[in-house]
């Protein structure tokens, strides 16, 4: 993928979770853990939009040509990437097990069971990607971000449904 398609993806993205947490905002009961929930997806957005604007270093064979191992001395932009690719699936993480409390106190088990598979699910798959360093790596990375964006997608569209039949 091209620089441009994917500084344009993740801000893209990242602008799409700070809408969101702004609607989350908006359709949650105004507690603390509501708070919580809003914050952790605006967390996401911000991580999401560092990742997107700063790219990684060549590595492990990436793209072709590259040297196989890891930089011994990263650059500046590498590791900007890194903190927004850690803060925007670690606040994810979070942010599953905090609505996964809401969906409780609503009475969801469903969703609240969807919510915790994620919240566990999240970190596992980066935990793979980051020790398998072959094409499993890419794979990884891909399902976490489909699983656990998608999950916050139907989170929104819930809220946005139950909001929709209040009115």
Partial sequence: MGDLQRTGNGCLCGILAILGAVGFWLALDKRALSAFCSC????????????GIFSTDPAFGFPKGAPEGYPAHPSLGALIHSLGFYTAFTALSFACFLFSRQFHQKKMPGWEAYSLVSGFA???????????????AGIAFAVVGVSSL?????????FQQATTRRS
């Fill in 40 to 51: 952790f997806v605006f967390l996401v957005g911000i991580g999401l939009i560092l990742a």
């Fill in 122 to 136: 999240t970190p596992i798959l980066i935990a793979l990607g980051m020790t398998v360093f072959s094409e499993i």
């Fill in 150 to 158: 998608g999950w916050m997608s139907l989170v929104a569209r819930n």
